[in-house]
């Protein structure tokens, strides 16, 4: 079901993530669930959320948001093949989309996670992001025309957090775009750890892009104004790369 209906189970889901510990790892909870989300043609604040960040605070979940075919495959049979619950973001606007299609890599592809992918490799500012706002980045990277590196996460948790602080210590700027409301959104998490180890590598602020805390509207206008937008992006790119 849509992300919004899963929100009744939500006391059965936590109680799910922390049965191995309560059970002195005698049981385990090998299940999957997965969500479409996310805006597309139609919206509203049940069908066009993310608030992935809800179930990233969840304890003994793992949370997968791939950005296109090909990881969703390899991410899929790895959370079917884990001893662990995880929940498993399918963006709608990525369903049969020309954007996320990629070769059928095969039968025996498994993506392990907590492992990020560099979808564009650069020199001048990282870029942090994850599910559909992964080909908004790119777009916005194409306009600045600068040396930028984007990182898709792929998962938040476990998030690669080697990574992403590799990147910032060589790009010493960063930049994180999600979909999620920005208030206590994910991208907090990961600027807070940038900001703790690798804090007098940086020559700029850390910025986060994110959603406002409002409802997401019926009207796909309004509803598209509210998350980054690609032009948005792009200012914010052209804004630290000035710092």
């Known amino acids: 079901q849509f992300r919004k209906y899963a929100d009744p189970a939500t006391e059965q889901m936590h109680n799910l993530g922390s049965l191995r510990w309560r059970s002195a790892g005698k ?61 498993f973001f399918e963006h709608r606007a990525m369903l049969d989309a020309a954007s996320a299609r990629r070769p059928y890599p095969g039968d025996d592809y498994v993506l392990p996670f907590g492992r990020g992918r560099v979808t564009r490799v650069g020199e001048s500012l990282t870029v942090v992001t994850w599910g559909a706002m992964v ?30 602080l590799n990147s910032v ?43 406002p805390s409002i409802p997401v509207p019926f009207n796909t206008g309004l509803m598209d104004a509210m998350i980054p937008r690609v032009d948005q992006i792009r200012e914010k790119m052209e804004w630290l790369l000035g710092f």
């Open 27 to 87: 049981f385990a909870v090998p299940m999957v669930v997965r969500i479409p989300g996310g805006f597309r043609r139609i919206g509203d604040p049940w069908h066009s959320v993310t608030d992935e960040a809800a179930f990233a605070h969840s304890v003994g979940w793992h949370v997968a948001f791939p950005s296109n075919a090909e990881d969703a495959v390899g991410l899929l049979r790895a959370a079917l093949r884990g001893n662990d619950p995880v929940m």
């Open 135 to 164: 080909e908004r980045c790119e777009a916005a990277a194409d306009a600045v025309g600068a040396s930028i590196e984007i990182i898709d996460l792929r998962t938040i948790v476990p998030w690669d957090k080697e990574m992403v």
């Open 169 to 211: 210590r060589k790009t010493s700027r960063c930049l994180i775009v999600h979909e999620d409301f920005r208030l206590v959104g994910f991208g907090g998490e990961i600027a807070g750890t940038i900001a703790e180890e690798a804090f007098l590598d940086l020559d700029a602020p850390i910025v986060r892009m994110g959603s």
